[in-house]
């Protein structure tokens, strides 16, 4: 009797299921160390004179490691001599302090600390050497942060998606969005923020939410206002999660107050500094209010989204499946009896919505001189979060035009990582106005700075 051959799909199930599960904290590791190398691959680091909102942020971790300082004091000399600083260094009673909230110059704080000590083993720490040092400390900092949020991304996607699906997402996440070509290439707030906001959901979704969960999510949330007010929708979402969750009342109302009382340390902080410095609660962000008007919403929202020089739905179409899954979460938070109930991502895409809504009021919702939609970067963990539940479920033809989005938005970061901004679109487009360059079809800033850089290479403008 002839023997009945094995067919190749069951003989590789077999052996799949045979194979030995991969450890999450060495695939986390890998994902971080596979990001980090793509941040770092364009060799920039931007000097002084070339620099803007983010200088504030390279510089004062090294105020205070080495002149037990929040201010920019021990500098002031250093960026006279440099060109002068701008509108991020801000004049406060004898003492020149930022501009922007203290919270990413403490993010980045302990990333620095090796960095600091390398350069003191080598020599002494003046203000001049740090100086100088400062560009291409900023660039690893905001490198490793943005690849550190990839591994916690992973290890928090994980507990909710297949091991291909989630290191997929990790990927998309860290490489196909504004985490490559925005947040690993400066200290902007923007990193800090998703690493804190990836940290809380990573904390708010271990198994049984453990009290040292709880606390540790509520002083990541607090640390993100910290560094960037607006992000008070995460904080509160993060409560309502808490309070829609599982179990008697009482219990969720414990679990509130752990959380609320463990976000108390940074919020006296922020205030602190803000009174000391600024005479106001909300520091110099005070001024940013009067930037505000709902008349605006509509257009800047919608540039935000689609439009061709600053649309998240441009330079990120893989978003949508995102959005698509926030959509569905809303929907069956309305309804109980819907299966798959998610609080958790329900609330923290609601935030997102708001987060959308509050930029889109804001005068320069463009977000000066930068690369796509700088100000949706925010809420880039919370919508790969909710692509991912989604990614499984989609189906022909669905799955191609979401392989094809994908592949556009990855090709979208590699030209911002490389080509931008070789055709020096944000210099050309002010006099117009880049809200209103947003809007400007003629004006392809993907496709001017990708030309220039194809035509001059290594010779096209890096700043």
């Known amino acids: 009797m002839a023997k009945r051959r094995k067919t190749p799909g069951r003989a590789q199930a077999r052996k799949a299921a045979l194979r030995p599960a991969p450890k999450p904290l060495r695939t986390a590791l890998l994902l971080l160390l596979a990001t980090l190398v793509c941040y770092l691959a364009n060799g920039r680091s931007t000097p002084f004179v070339h620099a803007g909102d983010t200088v504030p942020n390279r510089l004062i971790p090294f105020s205070i490691l080495r002149f037990g300082t929040l201010t920019l004091d021990p500098f002031r000399a250093d960026m006279e001599a440099a060109g002068g600083y701008r509108w991020y260094v801000q004049e406060q009673g004898g003492r020149l302090v930022s501009f922007y909230p203290i919270g990413t110059p403490l993010v980045a704080l302990p990333v620095y600390v090796p960095l600091y000590l390398g350069l003191a083993a080598t020599g002494p720490v003046s203000s001049a050497r740090l100086f100088a040092a400062s560009p ?275 090709l979208v970061q590699v030209n911002g990582a490389f080509a931008y901004p070789a055709s020096r679109w944000n210099v050309r487009m002010t006099e117009v106005g880049l809200e209103r360059a947003a809007w400007d079809w003629r004006h392809f800033s993907l496709w001017e700075d990708q030309v220039v850089w194809w035509r001059l290479g290594k010779n096209a403008p890096r700043f």
């Open 136 to 410: 291409l400390t900023e660039k690893l900092t905001a490198s490793f942060l943005a690849a550190l949020s990839c591994a916690l991304f992973y290890l928090l996607v994980r507990r909710r998606v297949a091991q291909r699906v989630a290191v997929g997402a990790t990927l998309a996440f860290g490489l196909a969005s504004s985490m490559w070509a925005t947040a690993s290439q400066l200290l902007w707030q923007h990193g800090s923020v998703v690493l804190m906001v990836t940290t809380a959901l990573w904390l708010l979704t271990w198994p049984e939410r453990p009290a040292w969960s709880l606390a540790g999510a509520g002083c990541a949330l607090s640390l993100a206002v910290l560094v960037r007010p607006t992000s008070i929708f995460f904080a509160l979402a993060g409560c309502a999660a808490v309070l829609a969750g599982d179990g008697p009342f009482a219990g969720r109302l414990r679990r509130l107050g752990l959380l609320a009382c463990a976000a108390l340390p940074a919020a006296a902080l922020n205030l602190a500094y803000n009174w000391a410095f600024y005479q106001k609660s909300l520091g110099a962000y005070n001024q940013v209010t009067d930037a505000l008007s709902l008349s605006r919403i509509g257009e800047g929202a919608a540039g935000l989204l689609v439009s061709p020089n600053r649309g998240l739905l441009v330079f990120t179409p893989i978003a949508v499946l995102g959005l698509a899954g926030i959509g569905r979460a809303l929907v069956r938070l309305v309804r109980p009896d819907e299966e798959g109930r998610d609080p958790l991502l329900a609330f923290f895409g609601l935030a997102s919505l708001a987060h959308l809504a509050f930029m889109g009021c804001y005068r320069e919702w463009a977000g000066g001189w930068s690369f796509g939609p700088r100000y949706l970067v925010d809420v880039l963990p919370i919508l790969a979060l909710a692509a991912a539940g989604l990614w499984p479920r989609l189906r022909s033809p669905w799955k191609p035009l979401a392989w094809a989005a994908l592949a556009w938005s990855l």
